[in-house]
């Protein structure tokens, strides 16, 4: 399908999609570009087996490639379109892995002027709290869903091939506008890390916080893994995609103060209906989650 795939940024997604298009035979060869200081995961990362070979200049790293994946911090991706504009391919498709679409999108016109159409701007909703190439897995988008967030001037057939890419790695792909993809994300990704961040970040300032962790049920346990995930990351998400979830952590706090006040006022019947309009709520999407 490709010749050579370069990988930007060969971490836990970059790594992932490396893996995954070798495993379905997508490309004949993946090299991956990365800074001086990142040589030892580089070298690592070849070591695995993941790339077969790596650039620390962009010239070389770029040679021969007709797919090039971004997978760095969303906060780098200027950074990375300064470094492909004087090389840029009108034969190569360009894609990333970034989790927020309008900031992607307002880097590459703050650096082209006009989003090139041969760059695809993607999601994956899949991933894992772990970082890094050794977390990597070549399976870890079976089954998941990708994000294509089209501008009206991208490349069709740019959009077409990326998705048979992600297709044949197993992703459901679905198309959506940028504005679109950043207002979901924020409910449904965003504002759960936060509050996981905040939660375990609450309990773990407790002088019990030895015990609290040690009994640790199903549930918090569950729910505290995402409190796991890279700060890094996490903290360019935020402040990307911050118009979208400012107004969401209002709603939630305000949520959790009528909760507060049923609990002071002993509204026993009014938390029952909370508590069940929440568990329905969830069913209903369960049962949807499949169209
Ligand atoms: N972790 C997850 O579950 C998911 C992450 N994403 C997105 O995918 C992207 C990558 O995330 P991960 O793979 O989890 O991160 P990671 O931390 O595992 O890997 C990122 C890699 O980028 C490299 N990097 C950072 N700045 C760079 C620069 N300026 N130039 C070249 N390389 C640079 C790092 O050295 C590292 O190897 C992010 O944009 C993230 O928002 C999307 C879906 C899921
Ligand atoms: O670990 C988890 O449960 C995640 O939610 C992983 C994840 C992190 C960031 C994304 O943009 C998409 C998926």
Redo the contacts with the bound molecule.
Sequence with gaps: MFKRLCV???????GSIARAARAQGLCQSVVA???EK?LP?LQHAKALGVIDAFYTDITAALDGVDLVMI????G?MQ??FELLKPHWNPHTIYSD???TKGSVVAAAQAVFGQVPGNFVPA??I???ER??VEASVPDLFQNRRLIITPLADTDADAVAKLTTFWQRIGSSVSVMSVEHHDTVLAATSHLPHILAFALVGLLGRKDEQREIFKYAAGGFKDFSRIASS?PT?WLD?CLANKNEIIPLIQQLKDELSNIEQLLVNDQAEKLFDTFTYARNARQRFLDTLDD
């Design positions: 930007i940024g060969t971490g836990l997604i970059g570009y990365g800074r990142n995961n997978a760095t911090p969303v780098t950074n990375i892995a970034g989790s999601h994956p899949a991933g894992a970082s890094g890279d990351m998400i």
